[in-house]
């Protein structure tokens, strides 16, 4: 199974890498990989994690780090639409379902 980033993932991603890269060297590695095995494990168990709303919209969260990757599942395809902080604009991502 692939997986592919909404256009606005990639930005919101890198701020949150050099976020934990400023408050700690090795930190922004360790935050993008701690993402990168959280996807891992919705590409080998997408449908694991409960649906958050309408259109199978899902969220694993990370282990380490307050944050969250929502996702859905399109065939046989992942669809990444947010890593989102856990405690900051929950619902920000929305729009990007139809995007």
Known sequence: MN????????EEFNCAISYYEE???GL??????????T???IVAYPNAWPVLIY?????????????????SKQNEHIYILAV???HKKP???????SN
């Not at 619902?91 to 379902?97: D, L, N, Q, S, V």
């Open 23 to 25: 408050c700690q060297d």
């Open 84 to 86: 989102m902080h856990l």
């Open 55 to 71: 259109d199978e919209v899902r969220r694993c969260q990370l282990n380490r780090f307050p944050y969250g990757v929502i996702y």
């Open 28 to 37: 922004g590695f360790d935050f993008a990989s701690e993402v990168y095995s």
């Open 3 to 10: 997986y592919s980033f909404h256009y606005e993932v990639e």
């Open 91 to 97: 619902e920000y991502w929305k729009y990007r379902i």
């Open 39 to 41: 996807i891992k494990r």
